[in-house]
T-cell receptor, first 110, second 114 residues
Framework: RKEVEQDPGPFNVPEGATVAFNCTYS??????FFWYRQDCRKEPKLLMS???SGNEDGRFTAQLNRASQYISLLIRDSKLSDSATYLC???????????FGTGTSLTVIP | GAGVSQSPSNKVTEKGKDVELRCDPI?????LYWYRQRLGQGLEFLIY????????KSGLPSDRFSAERTGESVSTLTIQRTQQEDSAVYLC????????????FGPGTRLLVL
């Protein structure tokens, strides 16, 4: 069983739309949670960490549900520049290995 | 300041040859990670270093893969007797310490084994 699972998509949404991605993790010992963004043929870059209380950064909102072991990312007012693959990442409370999901592809259409 | 750099950016090799991939982390970052990303796939953890030590080598796919780090700086990932299934992008990331959770990635080395 994979440590982190994501719907690969693709999600194709019009500009201005709101889109949400979910990610589930299998290990209850997971301690830290992140969303990374990866553009085509580029390296991943940290988008935001995910805190237990939920957190917001501009148009982006991340939430964590420990009971159900999933995290979510909400993007409001989608821009063309939001087109990318969004990677869900978790780290266990033991060791320092990060587990990456396979990513969810988003294309924002004009 | 400079980010994580990797070299070469692209490498084409013949099956059976050895290859060496290099990663220069951000100066002062003590933790360094290697990942593999096959085409259309997610990132696969290979190994991480805290300083020059590698506490977790569990992700290395086979004994053909090895990695070293010296001077708490440069790291090299060596693949011996390359196989076609080794073709992938090899990504390196660094962070201030193993407990510091933001990882900064290099641009990767695209390896093609013919």
């Amino acid at each position: 069983r994979k440590e982190v699972e994501q719907d690969p998509g693709p999600f194709n949404v019009p500009e201005g739309a709101t889109v949400a991605f979910n990610c589930t993790y299998s290990n209850s010992a997971s301690q830290s949670f992140f969303w990374y963004r990866q553009d085509c043929r580029k390296e991943p870059k940290l988008l935001m960490s995910v805190y237990s209380s939920g957190n917001e950064d501009g148009r982006f909102t991340a939430q964590l549900n420990r009971a159900s072991q999933y995290i979510s990312l909400l993007i409001r007012d989608s821009k063309l520049s939001d087109s990318a693959t969004y990677l869900c990442v978790v780290r266990l409370n033991t060791g320092n290995q990060f587990y990456f999901g396979t990513g969810t592809s988003l294309t924002v259409i004009p | 300041g400079a980010g994580v750099s990797q070299s070469p950016s692209n490498k084409v090799t013949e099956k059976g040859k050895d290859v060496e991939l290099r990663c220069d982390p951000i100066s002062g970052h003590t933790a360094l990670y290697w990942y593999r990303q096959r085409l259309g796939q997610g990132l696969e953890f290979l190994i991480y270093f805290q300083g020059n030590s590698a506490p977790d080598k569990s992700g290395l796919p086979s004994d053909r893969f090895s990695a070293e780090r010296t001077g708490e700086s440069v790291s090299t990932l060596t693949i011996q007797r390359t196989q076609q299934e080794d073709s992938a992008v090899y990504l390196c990331a660094s962070s201030l310490s193993a407990g510091q959770e933001t990882q900064y990635f290099g641009p990767g080395t695209r390896l093609l084994v013919l």
